[in-house]
């Protein structure tokens, strides 16, 4: 039996209550759960700041003192407390939101309080919201321990005596019970040749380090293991897939690719284009599904890799389906295959939510009988009752938008899952790329088609609004189209419905029929009217597009030039970025600008400063990962966020390149972990993810 599987209400001082309260608050149930539960920071006695010391806005502070007038706001709810906090030097307010019954009894006049928290600027003085409390016992600095572990709690565990301290206790009986029993998991070769604490060391250093060397060596230990058996995973899954999954081979290049090439191809392609395609075609030969992405900054011509594939997937006798975020883009696929497929005779139809009944009952008959060839449309054709008679390929457009549930949807629609090809405009970050993705094979169209201009980006406050209105006629009497895009955030839609519609008002005042004319396009809208307005601005007969974020993703117009984003400190970087990748796709200069007030935030200002700095998606990316975060990023959340104990896919960009290395140098050397010296590896491998892996279908 394993020791560290018993259960924790049979620790010492645990006991059925305290032990179904961690159940039930914090998933702990086992030893080995309560020995992963790691300290959050760690209390340094031997720093402690003063009041006066406090003088930069987001930096935490450790201070010791007292409580006093405490007072509560709201009525007859109380919605906030705030109290002062003083030492021997100076007073700081704090404040708190949330637990406020816990609170209000916390704090005991003249006695003294251990706090820490994050100073931050309102009405221009410090305060700490939220932070944390410790009473303050100047014994604990001379009982050696310098550093102590501090684990988060709930309120409910507070309110029934269980607070960090007497957590921190329990862990403390845990791991000098057990720790000398912790398994090594990692293969003994790689803890030598990376010179890794062993496991048992990690985590008796990580819940009780006698300095911070300590901390610093089993955190990176435990970072490390947990990263190696997340690569291992992908690598394990990703060589089952490629030996496994049979899918249909597209063995020719027939008629329609061959006469599209030769005889309709608009342009000439990029070397990048040409490359990709190439790229995409060994796959398809290969009898293995195809999954694949392929990453190309907005404008790249994406598209055109796209419907060649798909004449590959006809030329072999089989459908294609191309799938696209919105209906706008959807419609403009389908106008874009109208255009380039002429007199090719390929049949192909448009789905989507707004098809109309009759009409979408004859698409989806002719798609089960096969008359339909290609089939464009939105989330519409992942539903149960769209029906294939032999569908080889998917393509899903904007990836970003869609969640790999919905890639595999189209997976149960045949015998053979089809070959996949995911495309995307955001650019994936390095540590994204070996995580969430790191079971797609990539492709890159890393060249814009020639005779490009980078768009040049202005940033400009709302007083010189003037000039931009002036910018705008220029632009517009040279013959070029406009789009203006205010942001539209679902919490605060009204409010943003409302500046749009304002915005639009002020828009006409300075743009006046019958000079100027103008569209409008919003989610609210119905789809017809959305796409109505849409074409008259492709079409050229409006000069300025004024729309909420609906045009993000893909709508191709060359012949506007300028892209003019309200209130741009509400959008993220990502979105900027999407956003003024809609003009500069002709050969004219284009702009872009971006509109603020002066109050920003040090991060909205960040944003603005790297908008005007660099065209380049990678850069952008990248810099959007470092203000947000992978969780906030788009895409990762969708694709369903891998939570880590300890690894952090953000920080960790060094330890994830290592350990996919040794991961896959472990799989080549023993592909299905059966030396003797691999057995415990293999055996934590199965039990961390669930069903037994069965290793001989990649030996
Ligand atoms: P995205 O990758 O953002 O989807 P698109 O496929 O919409 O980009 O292409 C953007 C524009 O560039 C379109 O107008 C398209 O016709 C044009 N384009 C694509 N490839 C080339 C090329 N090789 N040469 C010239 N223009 C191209
Ligand atoms: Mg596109």
New binding site residues.
């Given amino acids: 039996m394993d020791l560290l599987q018993t259960k924790i209400e049979y620790l010492k001082g645990v006991g059925p209550k305290r032990a179904e309260l961690l159940n039930k608050e914090l998933g702990i149930f086992t030893f080995h759960d309560l020995l992963d539960y790691f300290p959050f920071r760690y209390i340094d006695r031997s720093q402690i700041h003063k009041v006066r010391q406090i003088c930069d806005d987001n930096v935490y502070y450790q201070l010791v003192g007292t409580v006093s007038n405490m007072q509560t706001f709201g009525n007859p709810r109380v919605t906030r407390i705030t109290a002062i906090f003083t030492d021997d030097t100076g007073s700081i307010e704090l404040v708190w939101f949330k637990g406020l019954k816990w609170i209000k009894n916390r704090f005991q006049p003249g006695k003294k309080y251990l706090i820490f928290g994050k100073a931050s600027v309102f009405n221009n003085r410090f305060n700490f919201t939220h932070p944390d409390v410790e009473d303050y016992n100047p014994a604990d600095s001379l009982a050696g321990e310098a550093l102590q572990g501090v684990y988060n709690t709930t309120e409910k565990m507070k309110n029934a005596g269980l607070g960090t301290k007497q957590l921190a206790k329990i862990i403390k009986t845990c791991v000098l019970q057990v720790w000398n029993m912790i398994p090594e998991v990692l293969p003994n070769s790689l803890v030598l040749q990376d010179r890794l604490l062993s496991r048992k060391e990690a985590y008796y250093k990580i819940h009780l380090p006698s300095n911070s060397n300590d901390i610093k060596r089993a955190t990176t230990r435990l970072k490390y293991e947990e990263h190696f058996f997340f690569q291992l995973r992908l690598s394990v899954h990703k060589k089952d897939r490629q030996i496994n999954t049979r899918s249909v081979v597209f063995q020719q290049v027939g008629d329609y690719f061959n006469t599209f090439y030769k005889e309709h191809l608009?342009?000439?392609?990029?070397d990048a284009?040409k490359r990709v395609v190439k790229e995409i075609r060994a796959d398809l030969k290969s009898g293995h599904q195809m999954n694949r992405l392929l990453q190309?900054d907005?404008?790249?011509?994406?598209?055109?890799v796209a419907l060649m594939i798909m004449l590959l997937a006809l030329d072999n006798g089989y459908q294609a389906a191309l799938m696209a975020p919105t209906e706008i883009l959807a419609t403009q696929h389908l106008e874009t295959l109208r255009t380039q497929l002429e007199d090719m005779n390929v049949r192909f139809a448009l789905l989507t939510g707004s098809t109309k009944a009759s009409e979408r009952k004859q698409i989806l008959a002719d798609l089960a009988k096969g008359d339909l060839q290609i089939i464009i449309g939105t989330h519409a054709l992942i539903e149960d009752t769209v029906v294939f008679k032999n569908l080889g390929l998917c393509i899903i457009d904007e990836q970003h938008r869609f969640g790999v549930a919905q890639r595999a949807s189209f997976w149960d629609k045949t015998t053979f899952p089809p070959h996949t090809l995911v495309?995307t405009?955001t650019p994936i970050p390095r540590t994204l790329a070996m995580t969430q993705y790191g079971d797609l094979d990539v492709s890159k169209?890393d060249e814009l088609?020639?005779g490009r201009k980078p768009v040049k980006t202005a940033h400009v406050f709302q007083e010189q609004r003037l000039a931009v209105i002036g910018f705008m006629k220029k632009q517009i009497a040279e013959g070029h189209q406009i789009y203006v895009v205010y942001p539209l955030i679902k919490e605060s839609e009204k409010m943003d419905l409302i500046n749009l519609q304002e915005g639009y008002e002020a828009m006409a005042r300075d743009f006046p029929e019958p000079d100027y004319h103008i569209s409008v396009v919003h989610g609210q809208m119905k789809a017809e009217d959305k796409d109505w307005e849409m074409q008259r601005f492709v079409r050229g007969e409006t000069h300025i597009m004024i729309a909420t974020t609906v045009i993000e993703v893909?709508v191709?117009v060359?012949n506007a030039s300028v892209m003019i984003i309200e209130n741009a400190n509400r959008f993220g970087l990502s979105q900027l970025h999407q956003l003024r990748?809609r003009v500069g796709?002709g050969a004219e200069q284009s702009y872009c600008v971006l509109i603020t007030d002066h109050k920003l935030t040090g991060e909205g200002k960040k944003r603005m400063e790297t908008m005007v700095r660099t065209n380049d998606g990678f850069e952008i990316a990248e810099a959007d990962l470092q203000l947000r975060g992978p969780g906030e990023t788009q895409g990762t959340r969708q694709s369903g966020m891998i939570e880590m104990k300890i690894g952090d896919f953000q920080h960790d960009e060094p330890i994830i390149r290592h350990t996919r290395k040794m991961a896959n140098l472990l799989l080549d050397t023993d592909p299905t972990l059966s030396k003797p010296e691999h057995y415990a590896t293999k055996q934590y491998f199965s039990q961390q993810f669930g069903r037994d892996f069965d290793w001989s279908r990649i030996g």
């Fill in positions: 608009p342009f000439p392609l990029t284009q190309g907005v404008g790249s011509g994406k598209t055109i495309m405009a169209i088609p020639p893909g191709n060359p990748g796709r």
